[in-house]
């Protein structure tokens, strides 16, 4: 599916006037990933099975946001290779053209499994870093071994290098998301990343009395 211009990936955009308040697309994107990070039942996973599960945790009716799933779906998330169907379920009433074709239901691909790594929304975090890692080329498997190791005593800030390569491609800063390559944000300035960075050198070079002050210091202002 040809990509269009100007398509593009706003699960990080934000309302100008109210500071880090999500867009409605934002969040509808988000909750799409999760879902289908989330759920193995195929029937939750159709265009209207995404659309009820949404409305029913908003308290709207899912006919309302069903066109807004299926745009962002059809026109995002599909042609950015995000997600794709996973297959087909039968129908048994309607058009006979429909009955015959079926439902689609729909995957994320691997490229959609390392955006629901940066996203707070999906929940099984943990066991999609894993299956994003069974599936690795010779250049992504350097980062595998650290990052593992990493996610073990620092989930958080592990979680938030993902968060910051996937919006560095929503702000066209890295030209794609594939193949899985962390040196793509050398050149891009993040302060906190740099702030994150000279906190793990300093405190590599404390003795071991200096890293306890430092942690007690850290607990009182966390």
């Not at 599936?135 to 980062?143: A, H, P, R, T, W």
């Not at 890295?174 to 740099?194: G, R, V, Y």
């Not at 300093?202 to 007690?216: C, G, H, P, T, V």
Request: charged share 30%; net charge positive.
């Amino acid at each position: 599916m040809k990509i269009r211009s100007g398509t593009q990936l706003s699960i990080f955009d934000t309302f100008k006037t109210k500071g880090e308040e999500l867009t409605g697309e934002a969040n509808r994107q988000r909750s799409i990933i999760a879902i289908l990070a989330n759920n193995t039942n195929p029937a939750e996973r159709t265009r209207t099975g995404i659309s009820q599960r949404i409305a029913k945790s908003h308290g709207i009716a899912w006919k309302n946001i069903y066109s807004g799933i299926f745009r962002d779906l059809d026109e995002i998330l599909i042609p950015l290779e995000i997600a794709e169907e996973d297959g087909r379920l039968p129908m048994r009433r309607g058009p006979k053209a429909l009955q015959e074709k079926g439902i689609p239901y729909y995957h994320l691909t691997k490229k959609g499994m390392l955006v629901a790594l940066s996203i707070n929304e999906v929940n099984n975090r943990v066991q999609l870093l894993e299956k994003f890692f069974s599936d690795l080329d010779s250049k992504e498997k350097e980062y595998q071994r650290i990052i593992t190791s990493l996610l073990e005593t620092s989930p958080n800030f592990t979680y938030s290098i993902f968060q910051k390569y996937v919006k560095a491609f929503c702000d066209n800063k890295i030209k794609d998301l594939l193949p899985f390559d962390l040196s793509k944000l050398k050149d891009i300035s993040d302060e906190s990343l740099m702030i994150q960075k000279e906190i793990l050198e300093a405190f590599m070079k404390l003795s071991k009395q200096d890293k306890e002050e430092a942690i007690r210091f850290l607990n009182e202002i966390t």
